[in-house]
């Protein structure tokens, strides 16, 4: 009983920052996109594919979530794109004042697109609102088409599904489009992208949705 209290006090005590970090971000006109999965899955394979395709005409910074190590933001870093690393040092999933602290370091005037990518983690992610506008996942072919099943609320708490790593496809008994009805039946406002960002199939459709999101934000 005691446990489910403290719980509930902890969650409403991070929703609160979480509100006050999306005021800022839309104080600055920044658009911050919530990115997860489960480790490995592509997130920052994805996010350096799109600074790639879009950093000629959107200004990007990318905040990395890990428990440990500089290797994700050092990855963004190269490409000459603001990063910054949070170390959650056991934490399964980032905190809205673990972004409010991340965010009084970045110069927001000079950001129109935030990535905040999350600790590698399918299930305490979705529960921590942190304050970005929008929130995406990743499920990559060879996790299995099983997944929605197994970790609904992921699922069902953001706005774009990818579906990464689909070079894979041909490889394994993935079934691509009883994945997106299963997903789509959960979550029926949820925008869902087949793509690989090793072969680049399918990543114009991702950065014209995201591109569709700032001029709508
Ligand atoms: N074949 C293939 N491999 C990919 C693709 N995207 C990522 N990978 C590989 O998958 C592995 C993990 O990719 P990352 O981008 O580091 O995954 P992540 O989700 O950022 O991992 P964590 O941050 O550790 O949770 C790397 O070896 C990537 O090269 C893809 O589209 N196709
Ligand atoms: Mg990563």
């Given at each position: 009983m005691m446990k489910v209290t403290v719980l509930q006090n902890i969650m409403s005590a991070n929703d609160q920052l979480a509100e006050k970090n999306r005021i800022l971000l839309d104080k600055n006109k920044v658009l911050g996109v919530n990115v997860m999965s489960s480790p490995g899955a592509g997130k920052t394979t994805l996010l350096l594919g799109t600074i790639k395709r879009l950093k000629d005409r959107v200004k990007m910074a990318v905040i990395e979530a890990d428990i440990a190590s500089t290797i994700d933001a050092d990855k963004i870093a190269a490409e000459g794109i603001p990063a910054l690393q949070i170390n959650t040092?056991?934490?399964c999933h980032i905190d809205a004042n673990m972004v409010a602290n991340a965010l009084d370091k970045?110069?927001?005037?000079?950001?129109d697109l935030l990535f905040v990518e999350n600790?590698?983690?399918?299930?305490?992610?979705?529960?921590?609102?942190?304050?970005?506008q929008r929130s995406i996942m990743l499920l990559s072919?060879?996790?299995?088409?099983?997944k929605p099943f197994k970790y609904p609320l992921m699922f069902t708490t953001v706005e774009a599904v990818i579906i990464s790593k689909i070079d894979y496809l041909p490889l394994s008994d993935f079934n691509l489009e009883k994945f997106k009805s299963t997903v789509s039946g959960m979550n029926p406002k949820v925008k869902l992208f087949p793509l690989s960002a090793k072969t680049g199939e399918g990543m114009a459709e991702w950065t014209a949705w995201l591109e569709a999101q700032l001029k709508e934000f």
């Open positions: 040092g056991g934490q970045l110069a927001l005037k000079d950001i600790v590698g983690n399918l299930i305490c992610t979705a529960d921590f609102r942190i304050g970005a072919v060879p996790e299995g088409d099983d």
